[in-house]
């Protein structure tokens, strides 16, 4: 009995539909991981590609949090110049970041050029932050890289020229940091850290995660432009021809 009713398109409908219901249900609890997160309106302006660069933005932006409050810890000297604690200076500088105000003491650079005034010690060595400088130039190159917004939509895009350099400068920025001494020899800034206490290597982890994450945007916004012919060409041959390819006995 139970055959010749399974048998029947209506039954098999009823079975089809009930196994599509369970196996969407059974996706909906396998994407509820620890990074997933509610959807915003934002997000129906943004296309897959713009989502996943607005991640790893987000994700590179910790990243330099990360740096600036264990350089602080190592430089405190630093923070002292223009603020009460490390955390208040880490507020002021990204209060300036978020609202466009350049800070005083970088005289108006950004970019690159505000992470090599950071490390100047001649004619007249830097006396701003330090750390903050190179906080301000890391954001900066940053929005850049990211099609010079903080939030992508359908109408921006990820500069694959601009991503690629940027890359280049965090990995300057890590030379700058681990070589320039001042005039007495000693390091401008002490970042890694290996001895009896333990092992302090936030900067490098973090700004190598930085450097990867600008790398693989850069090769994913030059494939774009290199798949888009390929791609109008199969959506083409496929509209076409595809039904004379149905046709074709297997």
Not at 86 to 109: C, F, K, M, N, Y
Not at 194 to 213: F, T, W
């Amino acid at each position: 009995m139970s055959e010749n009713l399974l048998s029947t398109p209506l039954a098999r409908r009823a079975v089809l539909m009930g196994g599509l219901a369970a196996a969407v249900l059974g996706l909906a609890g396998c994407a509820s991981t620890e990074r997933a997160e509610a959807y915003g309106n934002n997000e129906w302006l943004q296309s897959g590609a713009n989502r996943i660069a607005n991640l790893a933005l987000r994700d590179n932006l910790q990243s330099i949090r990360r740096v600036q409050l264990s350089l602080y810890r190592r430089n405190p000297r630093e923070w002292r110049k223009w603020a009460t604690s490390a955390e208040d200076a880490t507020q002021r500088t990204w209060d300036a970041i978020s609202q466009d105000v350049p800070l005083a003491a970088l005289r108006g650079t950004t970019g690159i050029d505000a992470i090599r005034l950071a490390f100047e010690t001649q004619p007249r060595p830097y006396e701003g932050d330090r750390v903050a400088a190179m906080v301000v130039g890391w954001a900066s190159m940053l929005k850049q890289a990211n099609g010079g917004t903080w939030e992508q939509t359908m109408l921006d895009g990820v500069n694959a020229e601009n991503s690629y350099r940027a890359a280049r400068n965090v990995e300057i920025s890590l030379w700058l940091i681990g070589s320039k001494t001042g005039p007495d020899g000693q390091p401008l800034l002490l970042a890694t850290e290996i001895s009896e206490r333990g092992r302090n290597l936030v900067v490098d982890r973090e700004l190598s995660k930085v450097v990867a994450r600008l790398d693989l945007l850069a090769a994913q916004a030059d494939e774009k432009y290199r798949r888009a012919a390929l791609d109008f060409g199969q959506n083409w041959l496929l509209g076409n021809l595809g039904p004379f390819f149905s046709m074709v006995q297997r």
